[in-house]
């Protein structure tokens, strides 16, 4: 009985994974790594040969099954293939590993119960704890108490592995973080492989995460340290390292590094001089437009520099498109100056392709003055070639509960569909109007009704109905015209409600030409929803607008940049407006100094307060952003409190919290400040105060 109990124990033993791929695995896996080029199919074969070659090695199934998985998310497929395997090797840990491993995102919960029974067999069994970890590390089954637990069991079995690290590296828990910050930089120490040298920008967020933004020297005083040991140890066998090294440089704001780094750039990476885009900047910073009284001396201005631009860089097509706007600004312009400043933007740009084709915008001109109309289809659909193909919706996840399938609205793409479609009807096109208004109206009415609408995307609801009109009117469908038209002025309605009136009456013209009487017809405007295709209104027209909400927001705990300890219960008694921003964000940068304003104005009162939750993933960013801008605002960096609240969040966004702690109001994105945008704010809040609503 002892012997089989120790025989037991031997094939156990015998079916435990290394720490690591054995060598001639790793070589296997690099030599059926195929180039960019090859095809899914071929990849798919060559992984194969080295899953069959080795067929007890967890690194060889591995590579395998990363070949189906997208997103994270594994297909079907292959869990039928290894749930079909596992069944066939029953016993064997290796298949029951691989076969878990395809689950997490699909059932989740079957995962962690089956590697959980793995663990619970074989405790020092790695991959199976180094998947736990990667499990409790996401927003949807996060638990610092397992990960903590499963990350030790990891570094008990794998005490020199650095393959844990990248899973644990944004665990909101500080004390966890510096202790394995610590035990990393100590792996790290004497080892310059292209593993080691790679995991020093996670090294540095780590250690910056592990402590308030008011302590941050000794952070900083390592990065120095590393910076230069990194630099002398080269960058021409390991070129990542100037990735790092430009981390290092940013977050130091180490000026000669960071040109030092630009300097040794692979000559494809570097950013290349733009002599005319900086005069261009730079004049239009100068010479900024004022008011309506002074536009036409602007804009005579800005056209005669033009004429200076064209001179130095004529083969640049970013000057003939300066030319074109300063043309399309001016009150009364010359339309045949104004169509040869077209047409040179148009030649020197396939002559020489800058950025920003011009098809479109030429095409509208065109149709919108009548000139040219035997150009405008072949320039529109030249614009439309060059459109980036649809995103695919993401796999759902069920690590990421919150995550829609849906595809991420492209807001350029469907604006260009929009001017295409309104351009066909202009040059009567109709055909042509009707194909792409069909491909529009799904993925726009998508995304208004899962909440893209908050960015701006109620501009191109309207103009989709206001073509869909002016279509069915070319076509003589009057009632689907009526329809339409209804459906535009809704849309603006809820943004405007001030709208002109006599775009109401033009809209009951046409009401009573088509019924003969005005009866019902106020009804028939009320009516809420139309159209079924459009499940909810418009969130916002100008991006800026407030949606309503109430949601209590969950507790916190963080320090801000002053050293104070940050709590939800320093919420409660106050109306909080909570502004979202990072330093990589423009719109951000933009708004923060008329945040800075709202902050000064209610910074006194004990009804008002101003809080700001900082996205940046690196915190060391964070502190000399705000001096070198002399912002005061409180800050707490929240990047994984609000992945966690908002996984698919953006910023800026402002929230108005009321005394309770609830959110009662968002408001997305930026377009403009001033005192305007101050007012707007605390408005806002004074509407939210206790006994106001």
Request: some cysteine; overall charge neutral.
């Amino acid at each position: 009985m002892l012997r089989c109990s120790l025989l037991f124990l031997v094939a156990l033993a015998a079916q435990g994974q290394p720490c690591d791929a054995p060598a001639e695995v790793k070589a296997a896996i690099a030599a059926a790594t195929l180039p960019v080029g090859a095809s899914m199919d071929e990849r798919i074969a060559a992984a194969r040969k080295v899953r069959d070659q080795f067929p007890s090695d967890y690194y060889a199934h591995r590579f395998y099954q990363d070949k189906f998985a997208s997103d994270g998310v594994y297909s079907q497929s292959i869990q039928d293939e290894y749930k079909a395997l596992r069944e066939a090797h029953p016993g064997d840990l290796t298949y029951q590993m691989m076969y878990a491993r395809t689950l997490p995102g699909r059932n989740t919960r079957e995962a962690i119960s089956l590697l959980d029974k793995i663990a619970e067999r074989q405790p020092d069994y790695a991959p199976a704890h180094l998947k736990l970890v990667e499990i409790y590390a996401t927003p949807a089954f996060g638990d610092n108490t397992m990960l903590r637990a499963h990350t030790e069991a990891y570094w008990k079995a794998c005490p020199a592995s650095l393959g844990v690290y990248a899973r644990i590296g944004h665990v909101d828990d500080a004390d966890f973080l510096k202790r394995a910050a610590a035990r990393l930089r100590l792996a790290l120490a004497d080892r310059t492989d292209d593993e080691a040298l790679n995991l020093y920008g996670l090294l540095w967020n780590m250690e910056f995460k592990a402590v308030p933004l008011s302590r941050q020297n000794q952070p900083r005083e390592y990065m120095r340290h590393d910076a230069a040991r990194l630099r002398a140890i080269g960058f021409l066998r390991h070129p990542y390292v100037l990735k790092e090294l430009a981390q290092a440089y940013q977050t130091l704001g180490d000026q000669e590094g960071l040109a030092w780094v630009a300097e040794n750039l692979p000559e494809g990476e570097r950013a290349r001089p733009d002599p005319a885009r900086n005069a261009i900047v730079q004049w239009h910073k100068e010479h900024a437009s004022a008011g309506a009284p002074e536009i036409e001396t602007y804009v005579r201005a800005w056209l005669e520099q033009t004429g200076e631009w064209i001179r130095r860089w004529p083969d640049d097509p970013l000057p003939r498109y300066e030319r074109f706007q300063a043309f399309q600004r001016m009150p009364n312009a010359p339309l045949g100056q104004a169509v040869q400043a077209a047409e040179d933007w148009l030649r020197v740009h396939q002559e020489h392709p800058g950025m920003a084709p011009p098809y479109m915008v030429v095409a509208s001109y065109y149709a919108q003055h009548s000139v040219h109309l035997d150009q405008v289809a072949g320039l529109v659909g030249k614009a439309l070639e060059g459109l980036v193909p649809e995103r695919r919706p993401r796999p759902v996840s069920d690590l990421y509960p919150e995550r829609s399938p849906v595809p991420q609205p492209d807001f350029f793409r469907l604006s260009q569909l929009e001017m295409a479609a309104r351009i066909y009807v202009q040059v009567k096109e109709y055909e042509k109007a009707s194909d792409v208004l069909a491909g529009l109206g799904t993925p726009l009415l998508d995304a208004v009704r899962t909440g893209a609408g908050k960015q701006g995307y109620g501009y191109l609801e309207i103009g989709y109905w206001s073509d869909m009109a002016a279509l069915a009117r070319a076509r003589g469908e009057r009632v689907l015209a009526l329809v339409a038209e209804r459906n535009a002025l809704q849309i603006a309605f809820r943004a405007n409600p001030r709208l002109p009136q006599n775009r109401i009456a033009s809209l009951r013209e046409s009401w009573h030409g088509l019924t003969g009487s005005d009866a019902g017809f106020d009804a028939w405007l009320a009516d809420a929803e139309p159209n079924a295709a459009r499940a909810t209104p418009a969130a916002a027209i100008t991006g800026t607008a407030w949606t309503a909400l109430a949601k209590p927001l969950p507790d916190f705990q963080m320090f801000d940049a002053a050293g104070k300890t940050w709590r939800l219960a320093d919420l409660k008694g106050k109306v909080t407006l909570v502004n979202l921003w990072a330093t990589w964000c423009g719109p951000c940068r933009n708004e923060l100094p008329y945040l800075q304003k709202v902050f000064d104005k209610v910074r006194e009162r004990d009804d008002l307060a101003v809080l700001t939750l900082n996205a940046d993933d690196n915190p060391g960013l964070v502190p000399p952003f705000l001096e070198e801008n002399q912002y005061t605002f409180p800050v707490l960096p929240a990047v994984n409190y609000l992945v966690k609240l908002l996984p698919e969040f953006s910023v800026p966004r402002n929230w108005i919290v009321d005394a309770e702690g609830v959110l009662r109001q968002e408001r997305i994105g930026f377009t403009s400040g001033g005192e305007r945008w101050v007012d707007e704010m605390i408005a806002a809040m004074e509407k939210a105060r206790p006994g106001k609503n």
